[in-house]
Structure formats: structure tokens, C-alpha cells
């Protein structure tokens, strides 16, 4: 972890990776955006993307919207760590289940090589005692993005002292602490201020914000040097 905050790029595919071949990100993130805010790219796009990154920047990969249950998302983890990607994310959606649910991962998590990313969400229900039961079941790092794509930014559901908040909180626990959720490129400055050890971008790198269309090469440029 370092006080300069560096940045993500989810792509979509190994064509989309490639594109970003001249301004690679700091993590290359995979996932699938048509299909959700975590939606899971096949296992196969995941290992052929991890394979042409070759160490050149680190790569995570988000194991899919999954009902929080250990029996669905168990499997989904150690698929995707068996990709060779360096972080796996999993989403926290919340609901009555979650907690029975991280108790029965903490071996799972604890006993793999590979980090899991917790990543929790600012239009969802959301207590601070989650960083405490997000330690004890063993993940290497919290982020907080956006569940519903709908246009609402980070910044429009949180104020910045709430960011703050979870900034120092995730870091004073020694954890990994990313921040993502529709961010604009105008919204840079202001978070960086926060001193995450990443931003993390889908949106922002599509024309026009679509986010299922097509990563554009020139928004990624300005993106990494809005952070440089
Ligand atoms: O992990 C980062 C996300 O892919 C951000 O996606 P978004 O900018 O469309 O919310």
C-alpha cells in the first residue's frame, strides 16, 4: 500500500485488455458489465487475459452478482483464483444471510494463496461492523462501488466525509481500500485527496458512459493522467 493512489480498469474482454497494451493499468480488472456490477467473465477470457498481462500489472477478476451463500460462492472463488489472476473480488450484497455466510468462508478465504477483495456498496444497506466481520474472514481488501448502474455515482450517494471515513477505516486496519461506482474523471481530484490505494473505472473508459459498449483507449489515457 502506498499514498499514491493508482488506478483500475475493468475490461471485458482480451481485445479490450490489449487496447489498453500502451497505458496499462495498475489492475487490470475483468468482468463481465452486461451482466452486473460484478458480473463474471468465463474462466477461460479470465486465464487468457492473466496470461498476455504476464506480470506487466497486477489483474483481479469479480466472481459474479452472487446470492450470499457459501454454497454458490465457495466454488466461484477458488474458479476464479485457479485463473492465476492476483485479487478475486466478491460482492457483499447484504441481506439476513451474509453474515452466516462470511463465517463459513473465513476457512476458504484464510487457506487460499490468492487475495479476495471484499466489495461492498454504497446504494446498498451498509453498516461499518462490516470491516470488522470482513477481517475476521480473512480478505485482503475492501471496496466500495455502486450495486445499481444506473448512472448515480459514488459521489452522488456518499458525502465526502462518509468516503473519508471508510478510507481510514479500511486503512487503518491494514487493508487494501478501492474506491469505484460510476466515477468521473472529474471526480479524480477530489478522491484522490482520500489517499485510497485505488480507483477503479468501467464508466469512465466508455464513450458516453456506456458501460457494456466498448473501452475507449483515449479516456483511459486521460484517466491515468488525471492520476499521475
Ligand atoms: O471495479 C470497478 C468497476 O468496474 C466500476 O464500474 P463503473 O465505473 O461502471 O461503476
Redesign the pocket.
Known amino acids: 500500500m502506498s499514498n499514491n493512489t493508482k488506478w ?1 480498469a ?1 475490461v471485458q474482454s482480451l481485445e479490450e485488455a490489449q487496447s489498453l497494451n500502451e497505458c496499462l493499468p495498475d489492475i487490470l ?1 475483468m ?1 463481465q ?1 452486461a451482466q452486473g ?1 460484478l458480473g463474471a467473465l468465463p474462466l477461460d477470457v479470465v486465464k487468457n487475459v492473466v496470461k498476455w498481462a504476464s506480470g506487466r500489472c497486477l489483474t483481479s477478476a ?1 466472481v459474479g452478482d452472487l446470492p450470499m451463500q457459501v454454497q454458490f460462492i465457495e466454488p466461484a472463488i477458488m474458479k476464479m483464483a485457479e485463473t492465476g489472476v492476483d485479487y478475486v ?1 466478491v460482492g457483499l450484497f447484504g441481506g439476513d444471510e451474509q453474515a452466516e455466510c462470511l463465517q463459513e468462508l473465513t476457512p476458504v478465504i484464510k487457506q487460499l494463496n490468492t487475495p479476495v477483495i471484499a ?1 461492498t456498496f454504497a446504494d446498498r444497506h451498509y453498516e461499518k461492523d462490516v470491516i470488522k466481520q470482513v477481517l475476521q474472514t480473512g480478505f485482503s481488501g475492501v ?1 466500495i ?2 450495486a445499481e ?1 444506473n448512472g448515480r ?1 459514488l459521489l452522488d450517494l456518499w458525502s465526502v466525509d462518509a468516503l473519508t471515513d471508510f478510507v481510514n477505516v479500511v486503512k487503518d486496519a491494514q487493508q487494501l481500500c ?1 474506491l ?4 468521473r474523471i472529474d471526480d479524480i481530484a477530489t478522491l484522490r485527496t482520500l489517499q485510497p490505494d485505488y480507483l ?6 466508455c464513450p458516453d ?1 456506456k ?1 457494456n459498449g466498448t473501452l475507449s483507449v483515449t479516456l483511459a489515457k486521460t484517466i491515468a493522467s488525471a492520476l499521475q
Request: hydrophobic share 35%; aromatic share 4%; net charge positive.
Open positions: 483500475l475493468s480488472d468482468k458489465p456490477a469479480t473480488k466489495v471496496m462501488d455502486t448502474k455515482s478501492g469505484a461506482g460510476a466515477l477503479g473505472f468501467r464508466s469512465a473508459l458512459r458501460r
